[in-house]
């Protein structure tokens, strides 16, 4: 059975920093990975999409990267803003077309 | 329209009455999913259409929980004798076909009193 872990749980860091988000999964024939972000009280908001043929993928600021072999994945905020704060969410397929979503890391960005 | 759109977008009812939750997936896309996102739970899958047909119900909570999609488009997901335990917020998604990428829409937060 998959499962999706995301690292930290939370997150507060000062406006301007570079930070990394972490997920982890469990079974490695994974399909596309996805990376999500949520603000509170609203839906869901697609940053990132990577296949599974893919290393990584990029939009402004953000960069996701993908090792399918060990099972993880990471998210790369450069210079992060205060705009960033919300809750970031990373889900995979597996070819059965349902997300299995992690945990979340519920990032706060300082002014 | 341009996005996934569901309604209600917050719904207060009473334990034990009935429920319907509404999605409009993207036209043209042939896939609808249902989440739920629960405090403290996450979110997990609960059901998937392809056209009209559901070929993966294995997320439904209890037989409480049914849903249905007509015209391969609106889909509809129906909650009976609603138990505080119901209470999340229900995301809907599409996609142009399954293991596409998948667009959600704002949810519809249940509170169940």
């Known amino acids: 059975k998959q499962e999706v872990t995301q690292i930290p749980a939370a997150l507060s860091v000062p406006e301007g920093e570079n930070l990394v988000l972490n997920c982890s999964f469990t079974d490695s024939a994974i399909y596309n990975l996805q990376w999500f972000r949520q603000d509170p009280g609203k839906g869901l908001t697609s940053l990132l999409l990577?296949?599974?043929?893919?290393r990584e993928q990029t939009s402004g600021r953000l960069n996701a990267s993908l090792d399918k072999s060990s099972g993880r994945s990471t998210l790369y905020i450069a210079a992060s803003q205060p705009g960033d704060s919300a809750t970031y969410l990373c889900a995979v397929t597996s070819g059965t077309y349902k997300y299995i979503f992690g945990t979340g890391t519920r990032l706060k960005v300082l002014a | 329209g341009a996005g996934v759109s569901q309604s209600p977008s917050n719904k207060v009812t009473e334990k034990g009455k009935d429920v319907e939750l509404r999605c409009d997936p993207i036209s043209g896309h042939t896939a609808l999913y249902w989440y739920r996102q629960s405090l403290g739970q996450g979110l997990e899958f609960l059901i998937y259409f392809q056209g009209n047909s559901a070929p993966d119900k294995s997320g439904l909570p209890s037989d409480r929980f049914s849903a249905e999609r007509t015209g391969g488009s609106v889909s509809t997901l129906t909650i009976q004798r609603t138990q505080q335990e119901d209470s999340a917020v229900y995301l809907c998604?599409?996609?142009?076909?399954?293991?596409?990428?998948?667009?959600f829409g704002p949810g519809t937060r249940l509170t169940v009193l």
């Open positions: 990577i296949q599974s043929s893919q």
């Open positions: 998604a599409s996609s142009i076909g399954p293991d596409n990428e998948q667009f």
